[in-house]
């Protein structure tokens, strides 16, 4: 056999030095089994930082809640809109007035008033008045109450009920009695009745009923109407 020549022994130096260079520093790494200081200097090839056990358990917790609860959000249904809610008013409705008009109306009866009403409304409500109606004796800002009746252009009835058929009046007095009471006479209107009140007035009391004759407007006629009717 031949003996090996010099250069054949280079390749297993060569592995022998890149082993002690491993060994001495291991994140070395070559691009071939057969690099060797004449290609440059090794790469070193980049590895990652060592995590402890516990932190990679607690990262893997982690990451499983965060799936998990993803996971649910996703699969949950869409929250429904608050269905709208009625208004409910608390208040009461005002009542309404139910008011029975009669008299001079264009259509006497029953009406129905809401509630703070007034008589002129009942009136209205009536169809209104008929020409000619007098409203002396009515109070049309009078508030409605329920129930009552309305007389428009009826004179109310005299204080104290009817008279009995056959009972005599009392007579008037001429010295207290007031224009509205004198008015009231027959064959008196409201002007004899004010210059009654006048002469009353000024020349003092009536002393007789005879008297009559000085006031302005009273003649034997009317006096003798009067007599039954007045006293001094």
């Known amino acids: 056999m031949f003996p090996r020549s010099h250069q054949d022994t280079l390749p297993t130096e060569r592995l022998a030095a890149l082993a ?24 070193r090839r980049f590895s990652l930082p060592r995590l402890p056990r516990r932190g990679l ?8 809640c965060a799936v998990i609860g993803l996971g649910s959000w996703w699969q949950s249904p869409a929250a429904e809109p608050a269905p709208d809610l009625a208004l409910v008013s ?19 009866g029953l009406i129905t008033a809401p509630s703070g009403a007034r008589v002129a409304d009942a009136i209205r409500l009536a169809g209104g008045l008929k020409p000619g109606t007098d409203l002396h ?12 009746q309305i007389a428009v252009g009826i004179p109310p009835p005299p204080q104290g ?39 009353r007035t000024r020349k003092g009391p009536f ?25 001094a």
Request: charged share 20%; aromatic share 0%.
């Open 137 to 148: 004796n009515l109070n049309l800002a009078r508030k409605l109450t329920d129930g009552e």
């Open 20 to 43: 002690d260079k491993v060994r001495a520093d291991p994140t070395l790494v070559y691009a071939r089994s057969a690099d060797s200081d004449e290609h440059g200097p090794p790469r």
């Open 207 to 231: 002393a007789s009923v005879d008297q009559l004759r000085d006031v302005e407007g009273i003649g034997e006629s009317k006096l003798a109407r009067l007599a039954d009717l007045v006293h």
């Open 90 to 108: 608390t208040s009461a409705p005002a009542p309404e007035l139910v008011v029975n008009v009669v008299g001079e109306v264009a259509t006497p």
């Open 161 to 199: 009920g009817a008279a009995q058929a056959g009972a005599p009046q009392p007579k008037l007095n001429l010295n207290s009695a007031t224009a509205t009471e004198l008015d009231a006479l027959p064959g008196v209107g409201p002007v004899t009745a004010q210059r009654i009140v006048d002469h």
């Open 57 to 64: 358990l607690a990262l893997g917790v982690a990451v499983a």
